[in-house]
């Protein structure tokens, strides 16, 4: 059928895009790569070093949240506190204290500066999902 190459290019452009969606975590019990839907929270611990949440445990990375939030490459994540990025497709509600309630019974405190922006994410993360778009 005629349909193929266009289906064919769609697919390899899927492809191509999946493999920048992995992080990799480089640390002292070695090398990873982490799938950026694992990746629940990104949580400053001093200016040297995060520590990164996800579904299958916590790693710790020398390097800024700053820094981490360029390497991701995803629309994914918002920054919901000082020193404190969430994956969007991770929230599963955010109560009337402005705590997100996350995967894996994590939590993070919103400030209130960053509170519109982190219920826009949402809501365009939900709208997307619901048209079919990609995920994290």
Partial sequence: EEKLPGDLAYALSRIKNQKDRYFVVRNASGTRKIPYEDIIKIVKEDNKYSLIYTRE????VRSSIRSLMEQLKSGAFVVVNKGILVNVGHIHDIDTSRILHLSCGLEA???KSHLTDVRQKVMEYCLERLSGGEQA
């Fill in 57 to 60: 445990g916590e790693y710790k």
């Fill in 109 to 111: 405190e919103a400030s």
